[in-house]
């Protein structure tokens, strides 16, 4: 287990040593959102904005425009959640190389309750064009990717959860922007395929695991990292040949990876998918593991969904 | 360039707005007119640029936040040799470079999209942060309007400005008392602004927008300031020139139709019908 914003921490303070250009922002959220091993390591790259998301992703096009990276950490339901506009205009319309950190993002931030709990922001940014849309599933991916970040021009947003999670890709892994990678491949024939983003992946990845257990179905998982632009050709190769399409998301079932991948199958190859994810709620108060049982996003009901899926 | 010079230079710019939005059918009228002396001054006296090297590192950054008064911005720009003049009858066309509101593109010198209000202050402030941290010599020019500050936005990159103590951002607000629904005082109350700027750490002067003398001087006092922001409150004129727009707020938001177009530019030529026009 460990956090992904330590990954995003390090990484980014592993990037502003090779590049000078980075330079950190921050909407009072430093310690939370590991924005701190920036500020630390280059005290004179960071602006602390104070509670101000909408000036933070503004001042951010207005340094990039001048050559800097900006990278914009704050809360997902803060930024986007308050700052759409100028991700729109400000960021995505001038096609700035604005990096936008939404952290806590998703039902797993918990106790603090639903206004708290962002499960839209996907949704919200995905029709913005020029914008690329990345969540990673772990700490050795949130380091990478925050480290492709730096590299790759154009707007992005990065969005991570606020718990520790577990460990399921290896530091070696290949990471590439818009490019799927497969982490599982089940020996006997592969029936079911589960598309998935974020640290959810690992709830898919033992759920996959019990299926082919007690059913004998093969399963394939296919971390779908980067959820704008989808890896269309990884998805339309995987889905080749199988029985069950499933997509799994710590997010609303409107409008995320979801929708994204019917969007391409419905003109490509229509097809039948099961969503895994919030059904048009908001969430609570909770403990994280309490509220994924409760709203559907835990392996027990991933299992159960496929099962009675496969079942039909 | 001394200040009859620049008055033609106004003059031309107020013609070319004119033309300009009758052509387009739609857009702002007001606005426009009511900072010509103001973009005139900067882009013919104050700014250090070079129209035939737009994206010239050193250059003064002019970034327009009330995006919705591009007239003025592309008529001044052509009228200082960014682009052929030819070019201001396509504003608003499909497939033009002079969109409805600005889009960034240097090379024209449009330096900044805007349009939401609030968003070019913050890119502003971007911009002037950019050139504090890199050593750079060169000021931001930040045009605003008084509308605009009904925006949280800007009173969040106000802050930020003075906590920065950004000395070369140099903002200047149209203080114009007229926004879409009517007089700002009635839609929200904005006075005292000056009070405010002071209140949030920032240099402030007031000034007759529409006197060459008075814009100059008060830019010339603003880069002088090296320890915080600084703001001109500019009363100007809406719809300055033209007799039956001058501060009418119903301007704000449309465009003269054929026969207002023509009155207008004979209000332009004649100064209001005081001399007598050579096209008469």
Not at chain 1, 133 to 150: G, H, N, V
Not at chain 2, 159 to 183: C, F, H, P, W
Request: hydrophobic residues 40%.
């Amino acid at each position: 287990m460990a956090l992904c914003r330590q990954g995003f921490g390090e990484g980014l303070k592993e990037a502003a040593e090779k590049n000078k250009k980075i330079v950190g922002l921050c909407c009072d959220l430093t310690g939370s959102t590991k924005m701190d091993i920036f500020k630390s390591a280059f005290p004179d790259r960071f602006v602390e904005i104070g509670v101000a998301e909408q000036n933070m992703i503004g001042v951010a096009s207005g340094l990039a425009m001048e050559g800097k990276i900006p990278f914009c950490a704050s809360y997902a339901v803060f930024t986007p959640g308050r700052s759409w506009d100028q991700i729109r205009v400000s960021v995505a319309y001038q096609n700035l190389n604005v990096k936008i950190i939404g952290a806590h993002a998703g039902l797993s931030v918990g106790p603090d309750g639903a206004t708290h709990q962002a499960l839209e922001d996907i949704a919200s940014l995905r029709a913005i064009p020029n914008l690329t849309i990345i969540a990673p599933c772990d700490y050795y991916e949130t380091k990478k990717a925050t480290l492709e970040m730096a590299e790759y021009p154009g707007p992005i947003y990065l969005r991570i959860p606020r718990e520790e999670t577990p460990i399921i890709t290896a530091e070696n892994d290949i990471f590439e922007i818009g490019k799927a990678n497969i982490i599982y491949q089940s020996k006997i024939e592969n029936q079911i395929v589960i598309i998935g983003a974020g640290p959810i992946l690992y709830e898919a990845l033992e759920a996959g695991k019990a299926l082919e257990k007690s059913h004998k179905i093969g399963v394939t998982i296919v971390n779908s990292h980067t959820i704008k632009p989808l890896d269309e050709k990884t998805v339309l190769e995987q889905i080749e040949g199988k029985k069950l399409v499933v997509v799994c998301e710590e997010h609303q079932k409107t409008g995320g990876l979801f929708s994204a991948v019917s969007e391409l199958l419905s003109q490509r190859k229509p097809t039948k998918v099961l969503p895994i994810g919030v059904d048009n709620l908001f969430g609570e108060s909770g403990k994280p593991e309490e509220l994924m049982v409760k709203y559907g996003l835990s392996k027990t009901f991933i299992y159960k969904k496929i099962t009675k899926a496969i079942q039909n | 360039m001394n200040i009859e010079q620049l008055s033609l230079h106004a003059n031309s710019v107020r013609e070319s707005i004119i033309k300009m939005l009758y052509s387009a059918g739609s857009g702002h009228s007001a606005g426009p007119l009511g900072m010509a002396d103001i973009f005139v001054a900067l882009y013919f006296k104050l700014l250090t640029i070079d129209p035939s090297q737009p994206k010239w590192s050193e250059r003064d950054r002019v970034i327009l936040s009330n995006g919705h008064i591009c007239p003025v911005w592309y008529a001044t720009l052509a009228e200082r040799g960014y682009f052929d003049k030819k070019e201001l009858v396509n504003l608003r066309k499909l497939g033009s470079f002079l969109q409805g509101h600005p889009h960034r593109d240097l090379k024209y010198g449009i330096e900044n999209s805007s349009g939401p209000l609030g968003q070019g202050f913050s890119q502003a402030v971007g911009v002037a942060l950019a050139g504090k941290m890199n050593n750079k010599d060169y000021f931001t020019y930040c045009l605003s309007s008084d509308g605009e500050h009904d925006e949280g936005q800007t009173w969040e990159a106000i802050m930020l400005s003075a906590k920065e103590k950004l000395s070369k951002l140099i903002t200047i607000v149209d203080r114009n008392y007229i926004q879409i629904d009517g007089y700002t005082e009635n839609v929200m109350p904005l006075d005292d602004m000056a009070e405010k700027y002071r209140a949030f750490n920032w240099h402030v002067q007031e000034i007759d927008g529409n006197n060459f003398s008075e814009i100059i001087e008060a830019v010339e006092n603003a880069k002088a300031v090296f320890d915080r922001p600084s703001c001109i409150i500019a009363r100007t004129i809406p719809g300055k020139g033209i007799s039956f727009m001058e501060n009418d707020f119903n301007w704000h938001g449309k465009t003269p139709n054929k026969d207002e177009e023509i009155k207008a530019i004979n209000d332009l030529r004649t100064l209001n019908n005081r001399i007598k026009s050579e096209h008469q």
